[in-house]
């Protein structure tokens, strides 16, 4: 069985780091409900996809949150049957919406409140907005990327919104599940980018007074300034990515690319760098990547080829879960999970959910009014 | 007065850092798998790193610097009896990490099989580069290896120039380091309900990759579908970089948003008809032209007058030096309100009183030192009755301690 199969989970909708642990968490088996906007179409056949590319495994409800009618259902699943809330909204939103967290713990003091913003919640920026590449700057880890002479180079929104924010939440939410099970009790987990980036550079920050990162951006060991350590162009275009940290894979690589192992004994002299470098662009551009492909695998050289995404789907790549578990692992994926988004319609699923939840019926319990759901008042639900 | 604060109120109901009472072996490795062990550390666990001897009085550091709060024991795996100090540890342990590459532990003996049938409850979190099934799975590599096999390091980088590796942040630390956390929670969570550890798998080129999920998925929307440095979030977009200042500073520029955007030009004091026309494409270069040349013309300092406050979407890109400086302090990745883990800094977010060098310093960690004490925490074990020290400086259990030690 997989791990959070019996977790229940309140996504409500944002793009990118919340849908993304909820997607992790949904993965791993809970039961997760989006909650949309209202939409005209929402709980009807006509309903679009929302811009949302991770809903994988998810249902949607469509609610009015600034309408008492609509907010008591979200309300009242709250307190009752759902195990976690994640918020991706700024600072205050969910307050404002008369949903605070303390106010959602009195009613449900297990409930797990996974708050996710791009800013700190404190200082300067708090309720400022901003984009992945915003949070790494204030992080302190954009100003270490990118090559030598050249702005800071961001690498996309992968650092940010993915692993320092919505796997950092998801792992916020797993603590706060693994405390609940031995005391009863729920909490607030707050996760943001700038801090769950800076973690992730911890080896980094605190390596700044070593020879490894003590360089200017673009001329340490693994941001681009060493030769061993970078990316090189092949005869047909494509690339090889080199990492020989150690000598003895150095040693390797040289014998591959039959250059002088001489460069052995200068490689840690950083004036030969820009040589070594030469000398490997040469080498690199004399053959085509599956030829130094037949060269490398298999060889303990750290050389290994640069595959593009259309490449992998080309080959059939299977995409695998974030991690394996010999007893419980995650649920099984669609042959084609890996590849293609499965978006979600708002109103999709989600009556499916609360029945399955509460017990609730369409035109009994809830109605659709204006693209969204309201709790009809007469309902004798199991609150 | 005995006024009790609402800090002092909350901290009085604050319960222990999650994972307070663990136990965690890591066997010695760089990066990914100290990394996990860090972050067990933070947030309450008991860590033992596990160093091969470095002879009877070392001094000195191993290259590891995320030692935080963690103890050494020095022990040579090879050796009889320093294995049965190791087999004795297990035996009290929750938690062991193998960052080893695949087959080594068991060539040692240690299969997780065996380990499992000396505790059940063990979780084996085994962390490696490549997977542990295909081409790759013997060979050697670094972070850069890994995501260019994950798809992901073909996506990065500067148009017309090559593939950009954002140092080993993406597969050491976020694929690897974290993922592989996030599966020891994972397998904490169902132990507490069956009782049973289990075998944790990750991988950096899997865990890069499910990383990548959105970015992967949007290639087949226009996004996405451009060549690399040439799509809205790989620095093909003039509204989403970072741009120099007058001072050699940078900031950085995300107004995805239209009225992010207005705001963004609004500040920077720029009206042509080129900058409103921004959805043309063909309009990219001469816009990151003209943002360049502006930016240019204010130091940082300036800018950020400019635009804090503002939801412009411009930060500055502060470096680390800087931010020790002007006295920022590290957090926990996650703020638990009920159980929050150890703090980095006095007064600072989370518990305790923090660590000596914050979040900025680092001293390492002698292979050796606090394993005693671990020993006797652990397993109420004492030098000489239980445990010798080798000549090369490993520990060793005494012969017949087996029965004497509580196992």
């Given at each position: ?12 909708a ?24 209202p ?5 009807t ?241 004399k ?47 669609g ?8 978006t ?10 609360l ?21 009809l ?7 | ?46 860590v ?10 070392p ?66 979190a ?93 290639v ?6 451009a060549a ?26 995300g ?26 494409r ?16 204010k ?48 007064n ?60």
């Amino acid at each position: 069985m997989a791990p959070l199969s019996t977790v229940r989970v309140i996504e409500l909708a944002g793009l990118a780091p919340g849908p993304f642990a909820g997607m992790l968490l949904s993965d791993l088996g809970a039961t997760v409900l989006r909650i949309d906007r209202p939409d005209p179409f929402a709980h009807t056949d006509q309903a679009v996809p929302t811009k949302d590319l991770l809903a994988r495994g998810k249902s949607s409800i469509a609610l009015d949150l600034k309408l008492n009618s609509s907010r008591v259902l979200l309300k009242s699943l709250l307190a009752t049957v759902v195990d976690v809330l994640i918020d991706p909204f700024r600072p205050g939103v969910l307050e404002s919406l008369d949903l605070a967290p303390n106010t959602l713990l009195a009613a449900n003091p297990r409930l797990i409140i996974a708050r996710l913003t791009g800013f700190r919640r404190d200082g300067k920026y708090s309720s400022r907005a901003g984009h992945d590449i915003n949070y790494l700057g204030v992080s302190g880890v954009l100003s270490q990327l990118g090559r030598k002479d050249q702005p800071p180079y961001p690498p996309a929104n992968l650092m940010g919104d993915f692993a320092g924010g919505g796997l950092a939440c998801a792992f916020g939410i797993l603590t706060a599940l693994y405390t609940r099970a031995m005391d009863g009790k729920g909490q607030v987990v707050e996760v943001n980018m700038v801090d769950g980036v800076s973690y992730l550079a911890t080896m980094m920050r605190l390596g700044l007074n070593v020879p490894m990162w003590d360089q200017p951006r673009g001329e340490n060991y693994f941001d681009g300034g060493c030769p061993w350590y970078d990316v090189y162009e092949c005869m047909d275009g494509r690339y090889m990515a080199v990492g020989a940290v150690e000598p003895k894979f150095f040693e390797e690589l040289l014998k591959g690319l039959e250059l002088d192992v001489e460069w052995l004994s200068r490689r840690s002299d950083r004036t030969q760098w820009a040589p070594l470098r030469a000398e490997l662009q040469v080498a690199f551009r004399k053959k085509t990547r599956e030829q130094w492909e037949d060269i490398f695998d298999h060889k303990d050289a750290c050389c290994s080829p640069v595959i593009d995404i259309g490449e992998l789907k080309s080959q059939a790549y299977d995409q695998r879960h974030l991690v394996h578990f010999s007893k419980t692992p995650g649920v099984t994926l669609g042959q084609n999970a890996g590849w293609n988004a499965q978006t979600l319609a708002p109103g999709n699923g989600g009556e499916r959910t609360l029945k399955d939840w509460m017990g609730w019926q369409i035109g009994k319990d809830f109605e659709v009014e204006n693209g969204a759901l309201v709790k009809l008042i007469s309902s004798n639900s199991k609150l | 007065m005995s006024t009790i604060t609402a800090q002092q109120q909350q901290q009085q109901q604050q319960q222990p850092p999650p994972l307070s009472g663990l136990h965690v072996l890591e066997l010695a490795g760089l990066a990914p798998g100290p990394f996990t062990g860090l972050l067990l550390a933070d947030y309450g666990a008991s860590v033992l790193r596990i160093d091969r001897p470095a002879g009877l009085h070392p001094s000195v550091p191993t290259p590891d610097n995320l030692t935080r709060r963690k103890s050494s024991l020095a022990l040579s795996l090879k050796s009889t009896r320093g294995l049965a100090l190791f087999l004795h540890l297990v035996a009290s342990t929750d938690i062991l990490l193998d960052p080893y590459r695949p087959g080594v532990l068991e060539k040692l003996g240690l299969s997780p099989s065996t380990l499992l049938r000396i505790n059940p409850r063990l979780i084996i979190a085994r962390l490696t580069g490549f997977r542990r099934d295909g081409r790759y799975k013997d060979m050697a590599g670094h972070d850069i290896n890994y995501i260019a096999l994950a798809g992901v390091l073909a996506m990065l980088g500067r148009k017309d120039s090559k593939p950009y590796a954002p140092a080993n942040l993406i597969g050491d630390f976020a694929g690897g380091g974290m993922t592989c956390f996030v599966g020891v929670l994972l397998a904490l969570i169902h132990r507490g309900v069956s009782g049973q550890g289990q075998v944790v798998e990750a991988n950096m080129v899997d865990g890069a990759a499910y990383l990548a999920s959105m970015p992967r998925f949007a290639v087949q929307g226009p996004m996405w579908n451009a060549a690399r440095g040439e799509n809205v979030l790989d620095g093909g977009c003039p509204w989403y970089d970072t741009y120099e200042t007058k001072d050699g500073g940078f900031v950085a520029v995300g107004c995805l948003e239209e009225k992010f955007y207005d705001a963004f030009v609004r500040g920077l004091g720029v009206g042509d008809e080129l900058v409103q026309e921004r959805m043309n494409r063909k309009n990219w270069d001469g816009l990151r032209r003209i943002f360049t040349e502006r930016f240019k013309e204010k130091t940082r300092a300036e800018w950020e007058a400019v635009f804090d406050g503002t939801d412009a979407c411009v930060t500055p890109v502060l470096g680390f030096d800087e931010m020790k400086k002007r006295g920022h302090k590290m957090r926990p990745v996650v703020d638990l309100s009920l159980s929050p883990g150890l703090a980095m800094h006095t007064n600072e977010k989370g518990q305790g009183e923090g660590i000596e060098g914050g979040g900025f310093e680092a001293k390492g960690l002698v292979p050796g030192v606090g394993g005693e004490k671990v020993l006797r925490d652990w397993l109420g074990l004492e030098k000489g009755t239980h445990y010798v020290v080798a000549d090369d400086g490993g520990y060793e259990l005494r012969d017949g301690s087996e029965n004497k030690a509580k196992l």
